[in-house]
Protein backbone atom coordinates (compact mmCIF):
# COMPACT_ATOMS: atom_id res chain seq x y z
CA UNK A 1 0.00 0.00 0.00
CA UNK A 2 1.07 3.66 -1.02
CA UNK A 3 0.69 6.68 1.03
CA UNK A 4 -0.07 10.33 -0.72
CA UNK A 5 -0.32 13.61 0.51
CA UNK A 6 -3.90 15.64 -0.62
CA UNK A 7 -4.23 19.04 0.16
CA UNK A 8 -7.07 21.58 -1.23
CA UNK A 9 -10.76 20.23 -2.62
CA UNK A 10 -9.48 16.85 -2.11
CA UNK A 11 -9.29 16.84 1.55
CA UNK A 12 -13.21 17.17 0.56
CA UNK A 13 -14.23 13.42 1.74
CA UNK A 14 -17.14 13.13 -0.21
CA UNK A 15 -15.15 14.70 -3.47
CA UNK A 16 -11.92 11.91 -2.24
CA UNK A 17 -14.94 9.30 -2.54
CA UNK A 18 -16.07 9.91 -6.12
CA UNK A 19 -12.42 10.10 -7.32
CA UNK A 20 -11.42 6.78 -5.80
CA UNK A 21 -15.06 5.31 -5.96
CA UNK A 22 -14.71 3.85 -2.12
CA UNK A 23 -13.86 5.87 0.87
CA UNK A 24 -10.24 5.75 2.76
CA UNK A 25 -8.96 7.04 6.21
CA UNK A 26 -7.22 10.64 6.18
CA UNK A 27 -4.93 11.82 8.67
CA UNK A 28 -4.22 15.37 9.26
CA UNK A 29 -0.88 16.16 7.46
CA UNK A 30 1.71 19.21 6.97
CA UNK A 31 4.17 19.61 4.10
CA UNK A 32 6.99 21.60 5.49
CA UNK A 33 8.16 24.08 2.46
CA UNK A 34 4.95 24.26 0.48
CA UNK A 35 1.90 26.35 0.42
CA UNK A 36 -1.14 25.42 -1.14
CA UNK A 37 -2.71 28.39 -3.65
CA UNK A 38 -5.34 28.74 -5.82
CA UNK A 39 -4.87 28.98 -9.98
CA UNK A 40 -6.63 30.36 -12.17
CA UNK A 41 -6.38 27.16 -14.36
CA UNK A 42 -7.03 24.53 -11.93
CA UNK A 43 -10.19 24.57 -10.00
CA UNK A 44 -8.81 24.04 -6.68
CA UNK A 45 -6.05 24.80 -4.95
CA UNK A 46 -2.33 23.22 -5.92
CA UNK A 47 1.49 22.88 -4.17
CA UNK A 48 3.86 25.23 -4.48
CA UNK A 49 7.30 24.88 -3.22
CA UNK A 50 7.97 28.02 -0.57
CA UNK A 51 10.65 27.77 1.49
CA UNK A 52 9.61 28.22 5.33
CA UNK A 53 5.80 27.66 4.18
CA UNK A 54 3.59 24.92 5.55
CA UNK A 55 1.33 23.08 3.33
CA UNK A 56 -1.67 21.98 5.93
CA UNK A 57 -3.50 18.38 4.24
CA UNK A 58 -4.54 14.99 4.65
CA UNK A 59 -2.58 11.74 4.32
CA UNK A 60 -4.01 8.59 2.75
CA UNK A 61 -2.54 6.16 4.16
CA UNK A 62 -3.57 2.95 2.60
CA UNK A 63 -3.64 3.33 -1.31
CA UNK A 64 -3.44 0.86 -4.07
CA UNK A 65 -2.10 1.11 -7.30
CA UNK A 66 -5.56 2.10 -8.68
CA UNK A 67 -6.20 4.52 -5.77
CA UNK A 68 -2.60 5.97 -7.32
CA UNK A 69 -3.87 5.91 -11.06
CA UNK A 70 -6.77 7.90 -10.53
CA UNK A 71 -5.32 10.55 -8.40
CA UNK A 72 -2.77 10.98 -10.94
CA UNK A 73 -5.62 11.08 -13.42
CA UNK A 74 -7.08 13.88 -12.19
CA UNK A 75 -4.30 15.84 -11.03
CA UNK A 76 -2.46 15.17 -15.29
CA UNK A 77 -5.75 16.97 -16.51
CA UNK A 78 -4.77 20.13 -14.45
CA UNK A 79 -1.28 19.45 -15.82
CA UNK A 80 0.12 18.20 -11.71
CA UNK A 81 2.52 15.67 -11.36
CA UNK A 82 3.33 13.18 -9.06
CA UNK A 83 6.91 12.76 -7.08
CA UNK A 84 7.77 11.96 -3.64
CA UNK A 85 8.39 14.23 -1.06
CA UNK A 86 8.48 13.73 3.13
CA UNK A 87 5.53 14.91 5.08
CA UNK A 88 4.75 15.19 9.04
CA UNK A 89 1.38 13.15 10.50
CA UNK A 90 1.03 11.86 13.70
CA UNK A 91 4.69 13.13 14.91
CA UNK A 92 6.28 10.52 12.44
CA UNK A 93 7.82 11.75 9.24
CA UNK A 94 7.41 9.66 5.84
CA UNK A 95 7.75 9.54 2.26
CA UNK A 96 4.74 9.91 0.05
CA UNK A 97 3.37 11.01 -3.43
CA UNK A 98 1.84 14.71 -3.97
CA UNK A 99 1.44 16.44 -7.04
CA UNK A 100 2.90 19.59 -8.15
CA UNK A 101 2.51 21.36 -11.47
CA UNK A 102 5.50 21.25 -14.28
CA UNK A 103 5.68 24.72 -14.21
CA UNK A 104 5.75 27.49 -11.24
CA UNK A 105 2.25 28.99 -11.28
CA UNK A 106 1.47 31.91 -8.92
CA UNK A 107 -1.29 32.56 -7.29
CA UNK A 108 -2.97 33.75 -3.96
CA UNK A 109 -3.22 31.28 -1.13
CA UNK A 110 -5.45 28.79 -0.22
CA UNK A 111 -7.73 29.69 2.51
Same mark, same amino acid.
Not at 14 to 34: C, E, F, G, M, W
Not at 89 to 101: D, E
Given at each position: MSKAFLAAALCHDPLLVTVLDRKVALQPATLSDYAVLWAADYPSGW????? %?????????????? %???????????????FPEQAEVSSGGSAMSCRIWVPDAPRAGPAWD
Amino acid at each position: MSKAFLAAALCHDPLLVTVLDRKVALQPATLSDYAVLWAADYPSGWLSARS %GARAEGVLTPDLSA %GDLARLDYVHAVFGLFPEQAEVSSGGSAMSCRIWVPDAPRAGPAWD
